[in-house]
């Protein structure tokens, strides 16, 4: 049965080629964006990541060479458009645990946004195009990719983009991730507005080049198994309060009562989301005392860490509710605390959609929630800590792994 469904999948890809090769005159616009299910299997248990369309992910191991390494240079490094580098670190699904040995596949567009062949080899032939390649993540889980800024599909509203493909060591199949899109790229937010990003695979795909040299560098973690249907380990069970590390950091728009910003809802992630942050929610069960040490705590980071770290506590207990009232009570806290740098904020409620504080899926009924994010994205989480001195090593030492390698370089210009 194996080498007969080997012989099939051989089949398939070669009339794929076929087909593909038939079609192709010099450039070809095939536009594979993320591709769907379209088959249902019937013969073995699920698929992992669920069924690809036919043909596409075969033609991940289509000229797949025997050494892998943890770095890779794709032909587009050395052709026209912006050089770009794209690395970071892949985890295991508990979003901590660094995953050796994961082969990750990419394939992108030209600078002119076609999948264009290259007639030196078969594989360059195919409708993933010539500028594609493999790598193996280290002994540490990191990669590192360096190629060319895809251009867009000419003609169409799609962003510019890079697909991901994974194959674990221990998964029996491959399975496809969201695409790697660019924050800079005016595309983006229209498509996103038709087509909004939820449950991405394998974390948010959304990359934030920064500037070095003639280089753009973004960072870009990717958490295996996140989102993805019939994925055989499961994120651990017990508290479920927030999103998941991996997940993009929602825009809301708390009540500031204390700190730079009081007297304004200034989304956190919106204004500051570059660097670091931290979300320290607070919701129906506050303990006083834990509140004043966590943000004393919180504080001396924040200071520590001067502009690449940003905090705010999000109040959103709903006995009692009464703005006014809430403000009071912020404002004094602060005082008391002498709070300089972090941000005292409140909502209506963890459910609430006016503020969007709904969005951060905080149960309000666990005593704290504490999220860290970077570059939009939730890097780290804690659910109901008490405020000892060994959880604040705990979260001192999350935002030194967590943050950036090149929070010091500039970005590119963009609206
Ligand atoms: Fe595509």
């Not at 794209?86 to 082969?103: E, H, L, M, S």
């Not at 129906?284 to 705590?297: G, H, L, Q, T, Y």
């Not at 009464?322 to 909502?347: D, W």
Request: net charge neutral; proline share 8%.
């Amino acid at each position: 049965m194996k080498i007969q469904r080997t012989f099939l999948h051989t089949a398939a890809v070669f009339i794929c080629l076929l087909l593909v090769s038939c079609n192709s005159h010099g450039q070809t616009p095939l536009p594979t964006r993320t591709p769907q299910p379209q088959r249902v299997q019937t013969d073995r248990s699920p698929r992992v990541g669920g069924e690809c369309e036919e043909g596409y992910c075969e033609l991940m191991y289509f000229g797949m060479p025997k050494e892998i390494r943890s770095e890779d240079t794709s032909p587009g490094w050395d052709e026209k458009g912006q050089k770009l580098i794209v690395t970071g670190t892949v985890f295991k699904i508990d979003g901590r645990t660094p995953a050796p040995n994961v082969i990750i596949y990419y394939h992108q567009t030209d600078n002119d946004g076609y999948y264009s062949p290259r007639n030196d080899k078969p594989e360059n032939q195919t409708r993933h195009g010539h500028i594609r390649g493999w790598i193996k993540t280290d002994e540490n889980g990191k990669y590192t990719i360096k190629t060319n800024r895809p251009g867009p599909y000419p003609g169409r509203e799609d962003p510019a983009h890079i697909h991901l493909m994974v194959k674990e060591p221990e998964i029996a199949n491959e399975y496809w991730l969201d695409d790697l899109v660019f924050d800079d790229d005016k595309r983006l937010i229209p498509f996103r507005k038709k087509h909004p990003a939820s449950a991405p695979r394998g974390g948010s795909g959304t990359l934030f080049p920064l500037i070095k040299g003639d280089l753009q560098i973004a960072e870009h973690d990717i958490i295996l198994g996140l989102n993805i249907p019939n994925y055989p380990k499961k994120q651990e069970s017990g508290h479920r309060s927030g999103l998941s590390i991996g997940d993009g950091q929602p825009s809301f728009g708390p009540y500031h009562a204390y700190g730079p910003d009081k007297g304004s809802e200034a989304c956190p992630v919106c204004r500051y989301g570059r660097f670091q942050g931290v979300l320290y929610f607070v919701g129906n069960k506050p303990d006083w005392s834990e509140v004043r040490s966590w943000i004393a705590f919180l504080e001396q980071e924040s200071v520590k860490r001067g502009k690449f770290l940003k905090v705010y506590f999000v109040y959103g207990d709903t006995k009692g509710y009464s703005p006014e009232r809430r403000r009071t009570q912020l404002e004094e806290l602060g005082a008391q605390l002498n709070v300089r740098n972090t941000a005292l904020t409140f909502v209506p409620s963890f459910a609430d959609t006016g503020s969007k504080a709904n969005l951060n899926k905080i149960d309000p009924n666990v005593e704290n929630t504490f999220v860290i994010f970077r570059q939009r994205r939730i890097v780290d989480k804690y659910i109901a800590l008490k405020p000892t001195a060994e959880n604040f090593r705990l979260i001192s030492a999350a935002l030194d792994r967590t943050k950036g390698e090149f929070f010091d370089l500039p970005e590119p210009a963009h609206d």
